[in-house]
């Protein structure tokens, strides 16, 4: 499995919806860990959003450039409009911490979870929340 965690160009997560990261760090699940494998420019970032906020075209374009990586799972503090177009192809997670090393931990610690979510669907993934440092609460997505 691969994440992929939406940041800006220091590396720490935004206080924005995902499609708004300027990179994404792609990351894997071996052997009980997660390690970096490469960052990502987000081509789709900068799109005319004037008349409608979270355009279905961009979450599109950044499904389809995340699936051609092998991306299953999101990673990002926050999920616009097109998160019931999103949990049909990736496990959405929602973080609090600015701080990639700290999701990778609580991450790691609980991995189990999302595993299991994605060898159990197929589409219409649960919203994980990673809350206090802890994978606490799933809630199921708006259908």
Same mark, same amino acid.
């Given at each position: ?9 220091? &590396? ?10 300027? /990179? ?6 071996? &052997?009980?860990?997660? /390690? ?11 799109? /005319? ?16 450039? %995340?699936e051609k ?12 409009? &097109? %998160?019931?177009?999103? &949990? ?18 609580? %991450? ?6 999302? !595993?299991? !979510?994605?060898? /159990? ?21 708006? !259908?």
């Amino acid at each position: 499995m691969k994440c992929a965690f939406a940041v800006d160009h220091e &590396n720490n997560f935004l206080d924005q919806h995902f499609g708004e990261a300027q /990179n994404f760090m792609i990351y894997s699940w071996e &052997n009980g860990k997660l /390690n970096f494998r490469e960052k990502l420019i987000n081509p789709h970032r900068i799109v /005319n959003e004037k008349n409608s906020h979270g355009i279905a075209q961009k979450g599109k374009d950044i499904i389809r450039l %995340l699936e051609k990586k092998g991306v299953n799972i999101l990673i990002s503090k926050q999920f616009g409009p &097109n %998160l019931s177009l999103v &949990n049909q192809h990736f496990i959405p997670v929602i973080i609090s911490e600015s701080q990639p090393y700290k999701v990778i931990e609580v %991450l790691e610690k609980h991995m189990s979870w999302i !595993e299991d !979510e994605h060898c /159990n669907k197929n589409g219409n993934y649960m919203l994980f929340r990673v809350k206090h440092g802890v994978l606490k609460s799933q809630i199921r997505t708006a !259908e």
